[in-house]
């Protein structure tokens, strides 16, 4: 339990926006000399998401210094929310306002209101959140859930293909990757890919699903981990990083290979894994 909060933690502390501002992958953009006005801002499709504690969310997204400094040649006024009162936030004609932090780091909200909303709910939880936050609606019962889980996923994906093995994990992660919003899609089926890298890592260790509860921001977690050989291990966080790391191209077999290093080296004892 322990492991998995500081996981979120830690990982939230690397994004942060300000005060506590989680802020995952920076995606890439068209190119600025095709594009007019900064439309592509606006555009959906190159929002980032962050949940709130009521199960809603904002859009935001990141932006580096030159962007910034374009879009606040539009701007109104500058204002400000009591709990980012360290940040500069200017308000734009469209009612969208961007942010700078004391670490000169900038986002763009498409709008200020779900900005206000973000701090409300930051504002309502201090701590650290759990990484499934409100992303487990089964709760104890996930692994009665794993099989409808995976196949929920590969519908998504139009995927046709019955084995559980490495390569239905890389026909998954490469229809993922060919989408535009694909981090959005792995945070949205996280859980789905939980079980997953799970069952695969089960089939090749005889592990066994088990279920541990947390509690972050006043709300029950149930997350799941791995049982081997007695010991307990917890791929979440590793899967959770790698997807919000801009770094990492392939993070679905990332982390099924970092697991497996873990797995061999510090559960099984074995010499060091090198890849499937």
Not at 7 to 21: D, Y
Not at 158 to 163: A, Q, R, T
Not at 178 to 199: C, H, W
């Amino acid at each position: 339990m322990g492991a998995t909060i500081m996981n979120a933690v830690k990982i939230s502390a690397l994004l942060v926006l300000c005060i506590c501002i989680t802020l995952f992958i920076n995606k890439p953009v068209p190119n600025k000399t095709t594009v007019s006005n900064n439309i592509y801002l606006k555009n959906k499709k190159y929002m980032s998401k962050y949940q709130l504690l009521n199960g809603n969310s904002v859009r935001y997204k990141v932006i580096d210094s030159k962007e910034y400094q374009f879009l606040l040649q539009n701007a109104i006024k500058e204002v400000e929310i009591p709990y980012f009162r360290k940040s500069k936030i200017h308000l734009m004609k469209n009612n969208a306002c961007i942010v700078k932090s004391t670490n000169n780091e900038y986002a763009y909200f498409p709008s200020f209101i779900e900005l206000e909303q973000l701090a409300i709910d930051r504002e309502s939880c201090t701590g650290g959140r759990h990484i499934l936050l409100n992303k487990n609606p089964y709760g104890k019962s996930f692994p009665r859930e794993v099989d409808f889980l995976i196949n929920q996923l590969k519908i998504s994906l139009g995927i046709d293909y019955e084995e559980l093995n490495v390569q239905l994990l890389l026909l998954v992660e490469q229809k993922i990757l060919q989408k535009e919003e694909n981090v959005e899609f792995m945070e949205d089926y996280m859980l789905n890919i939980t079980a997953l890298i799970g069952e695969l890592l089960i089939k090749k260790y005889n592990a066994e699903w088990k279920m541990t509860k947390d509690i972050s921001c006043n709300v029950v977690t149930w997350s799941p981990y791995l049982e081997i050989n007695k010991k307990h291990f917890d791929f979440i966080g590793y899967l959770y990083e790698d997807i919000g790391h801009h770094n990492v191209t392939t993070p679905l077999t990332e982390t099924y290979e970092s697991s497996i290093a873990v797995i061999e080296a510090n559960i099984l004892n074995k010499k060091k894994w090198y890849g499937f």
